[in-house]
DNA sequence: ATCCTACAATGGACTTTGTCTAAGTCAAGC
DNA sequence: GCTTGACTTAGACAAAGTCCATTGTAGGAT
């Protein structure tokens, strides 16, 4: 069962088909789908479920802090359910994959105060691209 | 005159107007328009201007390298003139206010072997987030 | 078990951002 | 001042996402 699905379950939220698998869908490790993604695999388990709901539920995931907004492409936004730990992301520039890996420190004390231009910084976001050991060999 | 047309003058670049006025727009620094906004703009001093050669122009920028191309928000890519010194940014979560900053370090030293999946790093990419002094004190 | 009602889902129109193409225009070399 | 290939144009097209009025339903109340 749905670790994902537990989490959501004990915040009250109303559980509906649908919401139920699109959580389905999006469980895992080193999952980054893109809402049209999801939306297909949805499809596929609950033939009637619409474009717009996936959005809606991807978008309350993402409130509710159970999921995480992701754009390691300039294209699709992807959603990746692995909200618990703080992770960063490594992408393939030429194939697209994308693996989360763990940076050791905290990039945060890298930035200067005379950097900070008096902003209070909640968040950082890393992306190392390259390329993978498939695309490398080919 | 632009620094930055000056550039792109020296590598044989066959000048237009048009190309003139896209350079123009984008010179200064902590410039990070969209395409759009650079179309705008750029309008207003050669109302004839198409979209497509903005986006043409942009492009071409890019790839010789005197341009980068920055996805802070989720939206339109931004271009940033500002590509000989390395940099990262700062982005304001509320009014989406852009800062270029410069952390010490170099963030691919905290990325071990073992989380690099065989990966060959060649980019790394860094967007703080926060909130602006404006937006703070509102 | 059935009813209510607020919340959720639907689908289709709409928006935003960006790309493509065929035809016209023009900068730069000769 | 020609010629030519590169540049520009307008508009059609595409992808990703949002919005809204209508219909459906989960889950508490009876």
Redo the contacts with the bound molecule.
Sequence with gaps: MSDLLERLRGRG???????RVVAEVLDGDHIHL???EVHARAVAK?P??????????L??MVSLGEVIEVSTD????RYDPNAHRPHQHLVCAQCGAIRDVHPVGDPLTDLPDSERFGFTISDVEVTYRGTCPHCASA
Excluded: C, F, P
Aim: aromatic letters at 8%; glycine letters at 4%; hydrophobic letters at 35%.
């Design positions: 939220w109303r559980m509906t088909a649908q919401r893109t809402a049209d609950l009637e479920i619409s474009r717009a709901t996936v959005y809606n539920t978008g309350e300039r294209r699709a936004k």
